[in-house]
C-alpha cells in the first residue's frame, strides 16, 4: 500500500487509487446522450477490497450514473435525465433535459493524506442558457484501520439569472414518495433486496421513503464472489434540511439518495448560493447498526478539520 493517488485520464475522467485498488473513477467530461442529462458521475466505485458498488446506465433507467449530484426538478427543467414528472399526465418526455458541464479543476491532488477535487461547473438549459455556476469540491479519505474509506461530496450552486429558481422533485410535481432529487447512488443488482439501516435498527423502504434521519445506511451481497459491502450515507449538519429526508429502495434495485427536495420546492434567489455537503463511507463487509451509528457520529467533527474548504458562489468569470 502507497496510499490516495488522483490521475487524470485521456477518457474525460480522474482516477482515484488506494494502493493498488482503483477507488473510483469520476467521469467529469461524459458522453452520454442529451436526453440523460450529461453530468459528472463516480463510476465503478469500489470497496477497499475491490468489490464494486455501483451501476452505470442500467436498461431500467439509463439516466442512473453511479454516484451522482442529479436533479430532476430546476425550474422546470430536468438535469437528472429522461421523463419528467407532471401533475395530472404522469411522466412525459419534454425538450427539457439540461446538461451539467464541467469547466475545469482548480485543485486535482493529494493534500495532506487526502484526494481533493476542485471543480467548476455550469449549469445549461437545452437553449444553451447558463443558468448556475457550481463549486464543487470532493474529498477522499481513507479510515483509520483501512475500515472504510469516505467520500465527501460538497456543492455550491450560484444563481446566474435575474429570476428565482426552483428546485424540486417528482413529488413537488404530485407524485407521491418520489422526491428522489440530489445525490444519487444506484447500487448492483445483486443489491436488490439489500438491509438499509438507521439509527433504530434495520427497516424496510414503505417505513424510511420520506422520513428524516441524519444517517442512513445500505447493506447489500455481491453475486460471484459471495461478499457483503456496506454504504453509509449522512447528511451535515450545515445543511438548511437537516435531517434531510430519504428516498430509498430494495425491493426491485438498491438506491439511496438524501434529498434536500423531496416534499417541498428550494427557491434558489436571483444572485444567490446554495451550500449543500454529503458524507459518503464505503465498507468491506456487512456493518450493523451500532458500527455504523458510531462512524455517523465522528462525521460532524471530521467535516470541520478533514481539509474541505468552504465553497464559495462561483463567478461567471471564474469559470471561463
Known sequence: MT??????????????????????????????????????????????????????????????????????????????????????????????????????????????????????????????????????????????????????????????????????????QGREKAGYSGLFWRGPRSFSGGTVLTQDGPADEEQLMGSRAPWLAYVGRHDGVITDSTLLFADDPANFCFPSEWFVRTSVYGCVCPAPFFSAEYQLGAGESLTLRFDVLIADGALDAARCAALAAGLPAGLASGGIADAQPATAGALR
Open 3 to 172: 496510499g490516495l493517488s488522483v490521475s487524470r485520464r485521456r477518457d474525460g475522467s480522474l482516477a482515484c487509487h488506494y494502493g493498488d485498488t482503483e477507488l473510483f473513477r469520476y467521469v467529469y467530461r461524459p458522453k452520454d446522450p442529451e436526453v440523460e442529462s450529461p453530468r459528472p458521475y463516480f463510476h465503478p466505485v469500489r470497496t477497499l477490497g475491490g468489490d464494486v458498488v455501483s451501476l452505470y446506465r442500467p436498461y431500467d433507467h439509463v439516466w442512473h450514473k453511479g454516484i451522482a449530484w442529479s436533479l430532476c426538478e430546476v425550474g422546470g427543467l430536468n438535469f437528472w435525465g429522461g421523463p419528467s414528472f407532471r401533475r395530472g399526465e404522469g411522466y412525459v418526455q419534454l425538450d427539457n433535459n439540461g446538461s451539467t458541464r464541467h469547466d475545469r479543476f482548480a485543485a486535482a491532488e493529494v493534500r495532506d493524506g487526502a484526494v481533493v477535487l476542485d471543480e467548476r461547473l455550469t449549469w445549461i438549459t437545452p437553449r444553451g442558457e447558463h443558468w448556475i455556476s457550481e463549486q464543487r469540491t470532493i474529498t477522499v479519505t481513507v479510515l483509520p484501520g483501512l475500515e472504510a474509506w469516505r467520500l465527501n461530496f460538497a456543492t455550491t450552486m450560484h444563481n446566474r439569472t435575474d429570476a428565482a429558481i426552483g428546485l424540486g422533485s417528482a413529488t413537488t
